[in-house]
Each structure stands twice: as C-alpha cells, then as structure tokens.
C-alpha cells in the first residue's frame, strides 16, 4: 500500500504500527520520527516565517475573513505518488489542508486514491483513529497493540492521582491572544490530576480575556501555544512571566506543545505523564510558594 499522510500525528501512528515503509507523502510539517523527513513533501504553508504569535494569529484570522487556504496541496508532487490512500482531516483549518482540497485535487488528477479523514476531539477518539488507520493499512494487531499499551499507561497515571485537592490548572493553547483549550486537552489535564479551570472538553478551543485567566485562580499554569515545540513554549512562558500577564503566585510549565498536546496522535500520552509529575510536585508544594515561583520543571 503507499499511503500519502497530510497530518503528522497520522504520520507519527503511522509509522508507530510499523507502515512507515507504505508512507510515500507527507507534510512539511511531518517530523516525527525523523526518516518521515526522507518522504516526499506534498504540502506546504502559505504564512511567512519568523511571526510572533500575534502576527500569526492576525495572518490566520486574516486568511479566515478573506476565505483563503492556509496551506497549499502540491498536485504535481501528489500525482508523481501513487496513492492508495491518502490520510487528513476535518478537524481545524489551522491544522491541515482541509479535505475538500484533497477531494478537489484527487478529482482532478483522475486518481482513485481512497481518503480517509480524522476529526478527533476526545482522547478515545484519538485511541479509535489508531485503531482505524491500522485496519485501513493492514495493521490492526499493532494498532490493538498500540493501543493497549497507552491506555495501560494512562490507567497507570489514573491510579497514582491522589485522593487530595487537585491543583486548578490553566492551559494556554495560544498566548497573544490567549485561548483556553478545548478538544481532548482538558481530558489530559484531568487524568493527570488536575482541575481544568478554562476550557471544554470534547469543544473547539476559545479566545479569552487575561481577566478570565485571573478569575480562574489558577495554581499552574500550562504555556502550550500550538505549533510551538518546548523551546518555543518556553520563550513565550518566559515573556509572560516578565510582562506580569500571569496571576502572583502560579506555576507556570513549558510543555512540548506541538509534539505532546497539539498533535492527536500518540504522544498525548507523554504530556499527561509529564503533566502528572508537575501536578504532584505542585500539589505537594503550593501551600509553602512565595509570592512568585516560576519554575523550570
């Protein structure tokens, strides 16, 4: 089977079941692991580099209001290919090529390629896409497998959740603006022992104010602006923390962002282990901080 993969998280499952030979396309944004960078890249992104987030979220609010696409689709790249299947989403325009796109481009180039999109918002939804893109390429044993194995690690983070107060945890999936979380990261949040203050799960993330991020009364904050891996979290944690957006007193922890939260694919299982071992320490902790701890845990 060759199978054309327009999500890294498809990407990354992908090749977590032992299909990365079948893997012939991806996006330039698919790196994980790294020979999905030996692949031949068949999509790119039309936003310059270099942006700060508030001139990312300007260009992408921009694109929205004009009606433009955000990522482009290399049909010539796509057609040279082969494709038995092509993988993407219907998830977030801000994630993917949108899959009318892929339909438009298939119809075009006359290839029968069959498509198969994602639209997670939950973790189980996310540990269901394993399991349907192993059947779709073969590999439903090592998606069981997969499976089976992540969900042992997250009953294993359930279980060593204390009985006690959980620290109220505030996730910033964006800074400038700042946007509460939604889809499966309050999920995360909880089975990792905290009390997700702003944010839906299962729903679409939300612009907010600072003052509802004040209101919140967090004890942690989570600095995971999509898109951005620790490095990038924790450039922007650093300018929050110095510019005193962030209520006295809070924890503030730079996560991965792009590789453990943002990406539905297997690693959301690191960043609730992650997330576990920070909650502890700060529920353990918190009643004896100073008035400003920020730490680099």
């Known amino acids: 089977m060759r199978v054309v993969s327009l999500l890294p998280s498809t990407t990354e499952i992908l090749f977590a079941i032992g299909a990365g030979d079948d893997v012939v396309g991806v996006t330039f944004e698919c790196d994980t692991p790294a020979e999905a960078r030996t692949r031949t890249i068949v999509s790119t992104t039309s936003m310059p580099s270099g942006l700060t987030p508030a001139e990312i979220d300007a260009f992408v ?12 689709l290399d049909a010539g790249a ?44 939950t973790v189980e939804e996310v540990l269901a896409s394993v399991l349907t893109l192993g059947a ?52 995360m949040v909880e089975i990792a022992g905290g009390e997700c203050v702003l944010g839906t799960a299962g729903a679409k993330s939300t612009r907010v104010l600072w003052d509802a991020v004040h209101d919140a009364r967090p004890d942690v904050v989570v600095v995971a602006p999509c898109g951005y891996d620790r490095a990038g979290a924790q450039a922007q944690a650093d300018a ?43 529920a353990g902790t918190r009643t004896s901080q100073p008035a400003v701890d920020y730490r680099r845990l």
């Open 61 to 72: 609010t921009g694109a929205a209001r004009r009606g433009e696409d955000l990522y482009r």
């Open 78 to 121: 796509l057609a040279g290919l082969d494709a038995d299947l092509v993988v993407t989403q219907d998830l977030c325009a801000v994630c993917a090529i949108d899959v009318t796109v892929v339909d438009d481009a298939l119809a075009h180039l006359g290839c029968t390629a069959e498509v198969l999109t994602f639209d997670p918002h």
């Open 136 to 187: 779709a390429v073969g590999r439903a044993d090592e998606a069981s497998s997969l499976v089976a194995s992540l969900r042992g690690r997250l009953d294993a983070v359930r279980r060593g959740v204390g009985s006690g107060p959980r620290p109220r945890v505030v996730v910033l999936e964006w800074t400038d603006p700042p946007y509460a979380p939604g889809h499966w990261i309050p999920e």
């Open 240 to 282: 929050l923390v110095a510019s005193g957006a962030l209520p006295d007193g809070v924890l503030v922890h730079a996560v991965d962002a792009d590789g453990m939260w943002a990406r539905p694919g297997p690693r959301l299982v690191d960043g609730v282990e992650e997330l576990a071992a920070v909650l502890q320490r700060a």
